[in-house]
C-alpha cells in the first residue's frame, strides 16, 4: 500500500491488512465530502454580494444589507457539508449529518449489494468522486458518498471489506427478476 499517496487524500485509511473478527470493529476511512460541492452557491451568492454592494452604494445603504444575507447563506451552506462526514469501518458504514440536530445512520456491510463511482466532469477536475452503494438496507437503500477524494481506492477498501464480512456471515445475494423467478429457476419452489 502506498502510504505517500494515501496522505495526500482527504481521510484516513487503516494500513494493516489483518483479517477481522466480529469483535474487532475498528476505523478504515473516515472523511467527508468537499466543499466544491457548494462552488455554484458560492459563486452566486458572491455576485449577489457584489451587486448588493454596487447597487447599495449609488441607490439605497439598506440594499447592502444583501451583502449580509450572501455571507450568511454562505457560512450555512459551508457548516452543512462541514458537518457531513463517513466512516467505514470494518463492520458498518456511518452516515453523519446535521448542523444543530445531528442524525447517524448505519449501513452494515454484509448488506452492500454493489458499489458504483460517478465523477461528474465538475469534480474529475478536482480528483473527487461519488461513490454510489446499492444496499439491502431498508432505511438507506441508495447511500451515497459525495464529492470524496480518492473515490476509487475508498471504493477498493469498501468492497474488501463488504467481501470478507459477506463470507465470515455466508451471506448469499439471491436476485429476483420481474417475474418473481430467481436466477436458480424453479429449484425454490
Request: glycine share 8%; proline share 3%.
Amino acid at each position: 500500500m502506498d502510504l505517500g499517496r494515501l496522505s495526500t487524500c482527504r481521510g484516513v485509511f487503516r494500513v494493516d491488512d489483518t483479517p477481522v473478527s466480529n469483535d474487532d470493529e475498528s476505523t478504515v476511512w473516515k472523511g467527508g465530502p468537499s466543499q466544491v460541492v457548494n462552488l455554484p452557491v458560492f459563486s452566486a451568492c458572491l455576485l449577489m454580494a457584489i451587486a448588493c454592494l454596487v447597487v447599495g452604494d449609488n441607490l439605497h445603504w439598506s440594499i447592502s444589507l444583501g451583502a449580509l444575507v450572501a455571507g450568511a447563506i454562505v457560512g450555512w451552506k459551508w457548516l452543512v457539508v462541514r458537518c457531513r462526514k463517513y466512516e467505514i469501518t470494518t463492520q458498518r458504514l456511518r452516515l453523519f449529518e446535521g448542523v444543530l440536530n445531528q442524525d447517524i445512520d448505519e449501513v452494515e456491510l454484509y448488506r452492500v449489494k454493489d458499489t458504483r463511482i460517478v465523477r461528474p466532469i465538475w469534480l474529475r477536475v478536482f480528483d473527487l468522486g461519488n461513490i454510489e452503494l446499492e444496499t439491502s438496507d431498508r432505511t438507506h437503500p441508495k447511500p451515497v458518498l459525495t464529492a470524496i477524494g480518492d473515490a476509487i481506492e475508498v471504493r477498493e477498501h469498501l468492497r474488501k471489506y463488504v467481501e470478507m464480512l459477506r463470507d465470515e456471515k455466508r451471506v448469499r445475494e439471491v436476485d429476483f427478476d420481474e417475474t418473481g423467478d430467481s436466477e436458480f429457476g424453479d429449484e425454490l419452489g
